[in-house]
């Protein structure tokens, strides 16, 4: 199954009982892309009912209804390379 991509400004819609009783109203605005989890993309997210922002799955998000300005992409993201790593394992510490 394919995704589409979103990127920032685009306008999404969460697919019905995802979040249960906490599923906000209306559409949101995704703010960011984060770094994949699981191989999945996660987007950081910001919907017109409630001033805060969500970290939301790219399949928790209705393909139908939230339009998209960039081509349909693979559900699992490509794994990235070991330079691209947003941890730096010589900065880590250990002590003795």
Known sequence: MTYRRYGPGDTVVL?????GSAQPSGSGKVLSILPAAQGFVHYR??????????????????????????PPSQA???PESSTSSWINSNSIRTRK
Do not use: T
């Not at 697919?15 to 979040?19: D, F, I, N």
């Open 15 to 19: 697919k019905h009982g995802v979040l």
């Open 45 to 70: 997210v910001r919907f017109q009912s409630e001033n805060f922002e969500r970290s939301i799955r790219q399949d928790d998000i209705d393909g139908l209804a939230s339009p998209s300005s960039s």
């Open 76 to 78: 699992r993201a490509a």
